[in-house]
T-cell receptor
Framework: EAGVTQSPTHLIKTRGQQVTLRCSPI?????VYWYQQALGLGLQFLLW???????NRGNFPPRFSGRQFPNYSSELNVNALELEDSALYLC????????????FGQGTRLTVV | GEDVEQSLFLSVREGDSSVINCTYT??????LYWYKQEPGAGLQLLTY?????DMKQDQRLTVLLNKKDKHLSLRIADTQTGDSAIYFC??????????FGSGTKLNVKP
């Protein structure tokens, strides 16, 4: 069974540009979570989608947005990129089964120059 | 539920035991997890404990849960250099809500 897949794995953008990151959850998982991890440190919660709806949002400015598609895949969009947006962006998925943990993708490494 | 706290760093010598601690605030947690993140990679589930358990042992790993104090710990026996990583605790609440701690960076010195 395929795990959580994220694309691209790496990208470099210029300050002020816009970027879209993609995440495909494990088959059968309805929830997708996005996290930002800067400088290899802690996870900062960005967004949680379930069944196509935004369920919760972290303390990030509105230029961070996303959506979840009917097939439960998700996009994270970041507008007007700033240097401090450089980070590893991790996506995780889970199901409503109480026994199911969150499964993580390998992340997208974004560098803003 | 949103305040899952961990200390940022832990340094131990190879062969010693490591104890990584975590506190959480939501008593309605169903499961509590420990994840491991190696450099440049995503998080991998290391172990978990159901909220009605006090302890779980899995080879070199021992998880202790104190529900009264909302305290979770991970003990790694005979710590090896390959255990050097960032360790995250997490709690799962109803309806797929997860809260993660900020991670503890474990450094194992030879």
């Amino acid at each position: 069974e395929a795990g959580v897949t994220q694309s691209p794995t790496h990208l470099i953008k210029t300050r002020g540009q816009q970027v879209t990151l993609r995440c495909s959850p494990i088959s059968g998982h309805t929830s997708v979570y996005w996290y930002q991890q800067a400088l290899g440190l802690g996870l900062q919660f960005l967004l949680w989608y379930d069944e196509g709806e935004e369920r919760n949002r972290g303390n990030f400015p509105p230029r961070f947005s996303g959506r979840q598609f009917p097939n439960y895949s998700s996009e994270l969009n970041v507008n007007a990129l700033e240097l401090e947006d450089s980070a590893l962006y991790l996506c995780a998925s889970s199901s409503r089964d109480i026994n199911t943990e969150a499964f993580f993708g390998q992340g997208t490494r974004l560098t803003v120059v | 539920g949103e305040d899952v706290e961990q200390s940022l760093f832990l340094s131990v010598r190879e062969g010693d035991s490591s104890v990584i601690n975590c506190t959480y605030t939501d008593s309605s947690s169903t499961y509590l997890y420990w994840y491991k993140q190696e450099p440049g990679a995503g998080l991998q589930l290391l172990t978990y404990i159901f909220s009605n358990m006090d302890m779980k042992q899995d080879q070199r790993l021992t998880v202790l849960l104190n529900k009264k104090d909302k305290h979770l710990s991970l003990r790694i026996a005979d710590t090896q250099t390959g255990d050097s990583a960032i360790y995250f605790c997490a709690e799962k609440l109803d309806f797929n809500k997860f809260y993660f701690g900020s991670g503890t960076k474990l450094n194992v010195k030879p």
